[in-house]
């Protein structure tokens, strides 16, 4: 059954340090989704991206976020300069033409120290 | 208030007993429902879609009440691979973001 993957699983930067997080969509999708879990709290939506674009995203996703699709499998979420509020898990989503369902990749969960 | 609200828990419940959990959402132009589960810090996982005439897939039922805005979702003969958290999730239709409730916490205890 084809499955969204991401890497890496854990992530640990220093406040201040740039990261990618990396994540491969299934292959025939063509909408895509980064969402965040902030430990104890519920799944927050950052971004949404189609056709090689932002297509909608949250306040949380301001300008230190940027997401890319640099090649025709991967789909990126960077962070530039991360805050310690950052540590989170982020879940890659992808989505396909056909039904409503969007089906999440198994997290990075992104440390901050 | 709340976009998507759900009872937190924990429910505790024995092996083989029945469970419901009930959500509320605000957003009337909500247009698809789901219920997701998740494992303690694992990724979210559809467990099914939620349509308006009801629907079952095995001992899980599903109900929407677009008037009074709510979902529930029935478990009958609980297994305790049915221990996690479950997710209460609405979108505006198409291809717009999830939004997702805290969930509800289940445990089904031997």
């Known amino acids: 059954e084809p499955e969204v993957t991401q890497t890496p699983s854990h992530q640990v930067t220093q406040m201040g340090q740039e990261v990618i997080l990396r994540c491969v969509p299934i292959?025939?999708?063509?909408?895509f989704y980064w969402y965040r879990q902030i430990l104890g709290q519920k799944v927050e939506f950052l971004v949404s991206?189609?056709?090689?674009?932002?297509?909608?995203k949250s306040e949380i996703f301001d300008d230190q976020f940027s997401v890319e699709r640099p090649d025709g499998s991967n789909f990126t979420l960077k962070i530039r300069s991360t805050k310690l509020e950052d540590s989170a898990m982020y879940f890659c989503?992808?989505?396909?033409?056909?039904?409503?369902?969007?089906?999440f990749g198994p997290g990075t969960r992104l440390t901050v120290t | 208030r709340k976009e998507v609200e759900q009872d937190p828990g924990p429910f505790n419940v024995p092996e083989g007993a029945t469970v419901a959990f009930n959500c509320t959402y605000s957003?009337?132009?909500?247009?698809?429902f789901f219920w997701y589960r998740q494992d303690c810090r694992k990724e979210p996982k559809l467990l099914m879609s939620?349509?308006?005439s009801g629907n079952e897939d095995g001992r899980f039922t599903a109900q929407l009440n677009r008037a009074s805005q709510y979902i529930s979702l029935l478990i009958r003969d609980s297994k305790l691979s049915d221990s996690a958290t479950y997710l209460c999730?609405?979108?505006?239709?198409?291809?717009?973001?999830?939004?997702f409730g805290k969930g509800t916490r289940l445990s089904v205890i031997a």
């Open positions: 292959s025939n999708h063509l909408y």
């Open positions: 989503a992808s989505k396909g033409t056909v039904t409503y369902e969007q089906y």
């Open positions: 999730v609405v979108t505006r239709g198409g291809n717009t973001p999830l939004v």
């Open positions: 939620v349509y308006s």
């Open positions: 991206f189609y056709n090689n674009e932002i297509s909608e």
């Open positions: 957003n009337s132009a909500s247009q698809s």
